[in-house]
Each structure stands twice: as structure tokens, then as C-alpha cells.
């Protein structure tokens, strides 16, 4: 089969595309037949070397979907033929196969395509585990997401409205901005203007945000805070910088007073419990047509550098995804 091959750290372009052997399936292990590929921020740090370095070569990305094509022995929870997403892979997406563990395998409902299934562990995923499980958000609570024309922020939009929240927007783009309110979102800021957050009081009656949704925390952080309602609780989600670049300063005064919080968010942390539990609520989301991923771009698996570029340079509108 052809996959993409990482042999050593650098741009996008240390990225081979080569043939590799078919994965075999042992115990409690599957191999989907990958149709789609998500493409998301992590995969860049890693092939970069900015992230802890995996042994080399690899291939990078544990996002996708495709069709099961065989399965070991100990599984009864997918069959051959099965339509599902990808949620963690042992082998890596990025390649015409991957070798996943039979718990991370997840039925794709025919309603999603498999480009819009490829798209959902890490933006959905992120973006429940923030919302639901470390802000607890709540019926009727209104959320600020930035950076919503992403995929991550899309997820986060929907997933709010869909629990009858208020929800605030923001892009930076007239395309971005429309996509959001297209989305369900309330209200949509630009976030490319100056003192675009003094608009956040006015549209909560001046009691501000319940939660915030951070995917730019070494930038935001200090204003988010001021525009958080008591017992506002921001969710930081994504950070950008390498080192000390990557640091936010804060009025602590601005967290005493309100009662808030500032939660870690990483998908990775999430317990065994939690990661089932967001599945199954995204799963019906999907069934039932409420959570609807957005592609942005799509390219050919051999052309995985133009997809870390467009993720690195472009501005967020949607998923990228890779078509093997």
C-alpha cells in the first residue's frame, strides 16, 4: 500500500510518499481501508520535532475514515464492510490502510460522507471535551468561541447550539464570518479588529460570557477575562509559539473577582470513560444531522506537505483533509 513516511523532523516537505507492507491485524485489532484523512495543527508540530519525537520513520495521524477490511480475532464490535471513523490508529492515517485497535473504531452513519467522519476525533473531539466535560457547559449559558470558522471552532459552535446555548462567534474573514452564522451561531465578530471583544458585554446585557472557547491562548488570554459573566470559565484549547513565545499575561485580579476559571484542554488527557462518552454523543450528532463538519480543502495523500502548509498558512475555514 502507499502511506506517508516520515524518516526525519523538518518542513512539510520531509514527508515521503512511498510504499509501505499492508498492516495485519492481531487481537482486538482492525484495518480500515482509508477513504479520508483529517488533517489537523498536531500532526505539524510533530513532523516538525516541536513535539515529543515518535522513532522514525512513521507515518503521521491518527483522523480518518474509511471502510473496515479485516478485523482479528476478539472483535465483535465492527464486521468487513462496515462504514466507520478513525479515533487513534496504531499505524497511522495518513496511507491507503491503518491499523487501529478495535475501540477506537467508530460506526460512520450514512448520512456523513467520509471526508466529513475524517473530520471529527480531533476537531469534535476537542471541542466536546472542552464544552462538555472540563467547562461543564449548560443549557441556556452563553459561549464564546474564537477562531470559529476552524474546524475545531465549527465543532464548537454546533455542539453549543445544539444544547441551547448563546453563542458567540469569531473569524476574521467576511467568507469565515458568514460560514459561522451558517453554522448556528448567534452573533459573529471580527476578531482582526481592534477591541472587538468590547462588543461581548453589550450582546450579554454587561454580565458577560459564561464560557470561552481559547484556541489562541498566548494572545487572548488576558482580554478573555474581562469579558467573562461570574463563575465564567475559559477553556484553553490551543496555544502558538515555541518556548517563551508562547506565554500569556493576566490580571489575576480578573479571575478573583469574577470566581472563574482557566481550564487545560487536551484530548489526550481525557480518561477512557470520557473519550467513550464524547463518541457516542458524537455518533447521534452525526445520525441526527445536528453536527454537520465542514470541508475546507481537500488534496491527494501524495500532496500531505501542500495540506501542512495550508494548515500552517491559511486561514481557518473548515477541515483539511487528504483523499488516498
Do not use: W
Not at 458585554?201 to 478573555?224: C, F, K, Q, W, Y
Amino acid at each position: 500500500m502507499k502511506a506517508i513516511r516520515i524518516h526525519t523532523f523538518g518542513e512539510p516537505e520531509v514527508m515521503q510518499f512511498e510504499e509501505v507492507p499492508d498492516p495485519q491485524p492481531g487481537p482486538g485489532q482492525v484495518v480500515v481501508r482509508v477513504h479520508a484523512v483529517g488533517v489537523n495543527p498536531v500532526e505539524t508540530y510533530v513532523r516538525s520535532g516541536i513535539y515529543p519525537k515518535p522513532p522514525t520513520p512513521f507515518t503521521p495521524g491518527n483522523d480518518g475514515a474509511g471502510v473496515v477490511e479485516a478485523v482479528g480475532p476478539e472483535v465483535n464490535q465492527v464486521t468487513v464492510g462496515d462504514r466507520v471513523y478513525i479515533g487513534g490508529s496504531i499505524s497511522g492515517t495518513y496511507a491507503e490502510k491503518s491499523l487501529c485497535l478495535a475501540a477506537r473504531i467508530h460506526l460512520l452513519p450514512p448520512q456523513a460522507s467520509y471526508a466529513q467522519g475524517a473530520a471529527i476525533n480531533i476537531p469534535y473531539g476537542t471541542a466536546y471535551h472542552a464544552l462538555m466535560q472540563r467547562a461543564r457547559a449548560l443549557p441556556g449559558e452563553s459561549v464564546l468561541v474564537h477562531g470559529a470558522s476552524g474546524g475545531v471552532g465549527i465543532a464548537g459552535v454546533q455542539l453549543a447550539c445544539t444544547a441551547g446555548m448563546t453563542v458567540i462567534g469569531t473569524a476574521s474573514t467576511d467568507r469565515g464570518r458568514k460560514l459561522v452564522l451558517e453554522q448556528g451561531a448567534h452573533y459573529v465578530l471580527d476578531h482582526s479588529t481592534p477591541g472587538y471583544l468590547d462588543e461581548v458585554l453589550p450582546l450579554t446585557s454587561g454580565r458577560g460570557v459564561d464560557v470561552i472557547l481559547e484556541m489562541l491562548a498566548n494572545v487572548n488570554l488576558g482580554n478573555d477575562l474581562n469579558v467573562l459573566a461570574r463563575g465564567g470559565r475559559v477553556a484553553a484549547i490551543g496555544n502558538r509559539g515555541p518556548g517563551n513565545q508562547g506565554t500569556a499575561t493576566i490580571n489575576p485580579r480578573a479571575i478573583m473577582n469574577r470566581e472563574a476559571a482557566i481550564l487545560g484542554v487536551s484530548l489526550g488527557g481525557a480518561s477512557e470513560a470520557e473519550v467513550m462518552s464524547m463518541h457516542a454523543a458524537l455518533v447521534a450528532g452525526l445520525a441526527n444531522g445536528s453536527l454537520r463538519p465542514v470541508i475546507g480543502q481537500e488534496f491527494p495523500l501524495a500532496e500531505a506537505a501542500k495540506a501542512h502548509h495550508a494548515v500552517i498558512e491559511s486561514r481557518a475555514y473548515g477541515k483539511i483533509v487528504l483523499l488516498p
